[in-house]
Structures are given as structure tokens and as C-alpha cells.
């Protein structure tokens, strides 16, 4: 049984820097492109950053230079480095695998909330 489980959201202040972990179990974690992605009260779902099993990391527009994505495969954990926090990256943060075979697996999600 494959699990996400992601950590590390919170509260936090504009400005201020949070890291969220995605703890992966129940599947070949190397092989996935992991990647973060978020959910704002009445939007779409929205890419925030992705990262490949060969390291090749993609960023939505608005967070590049802001965020950083990394994996680490002998712990099964993606992570996503945030920085310079706006209210606007207030959202559910969602980790996603997916895999050339077709797998496509989501966490239960972290809230983040920036205050002014």
C-alpha cells in the first residue's frame, strides 16, 4: 500500500521560510518524479514544483527563485524548501508521485498559511 505522508506546514509570517517533508513508503520511491503541488481556497489545483528521478527539477512561474525541491532516495523523502513567503502562497500543499508506468499517487495534504 503506497503512502504520502507530507509535514512541516504551519503558520508562519510573510517573509518567513517553512520546509516541508513527504515521506514516501509502499512503492520504488527512485523511479517517481515527485513534486509539490497546492491548493488555494476556491482555485485549481496548481503545479509548485516537480523533481525526476535523474534530479531535473520544474517550477510553477510563481515561486522560481523562492522554493527549492529536493529528494533524498535512501530516506523516501521529497522536500520543498520555501522562502521569502507571501499571504498568496496560502494553501493546502499537496505531494504527488507519479511514474512512467502510469502510477500517480497524492499525500493527505499540509496546510500552509502566511499571515501579513
Known amino acids: 500500500q503506497v503512502q504520502l505522508v507530507e509535514s512541516g506546514g504551519g503558520l508562519v509570517q510573510a517573509g518567513g521560510s517553512l520546509r516541508l517533508s513527504c515521506a514516501a513508503s509502499?512503492?520504488?520511491?527512485?523511479?517517481?518524479?515527485m513534486g509539490w503541488y497546492r491548493q488555494a481556497p476556491g482555485k485549481q489545483r496548481e503545479l509548485v514544483a516537480t523533481i525526476s528521478s535523474r534530479d531535473s527539477t520544474n517550477y510553477g512561474d510563481s515561486v522560481k527563485g523562492r522554493f527549492t525541491i529536493s529528494r533524498d532516495n535512501a530516506k523516501n523523502t521529497v522536500y520543498l524548501q520555501m522562502n521569502s513567503l507571501k499571504p498568496e502562497d496560502t494553501a493546502v500543499y499537496y505531494c504527488?508521485?507519479?511514474?512512467?508506468?502510469?502510477?500517480?499517487?497524492w499525500g493527505q495534504g499540509t496546510q500552509v498559511t502566511v499571515q501579513v
Open positions: 504527488n508521485g507519479k511514474s512512467w508506468g502510469g502510477a500517480d499517487y
Open positions: 509502499g512503492m520504488i520511491f527512485s523511479i517517481f518524479t
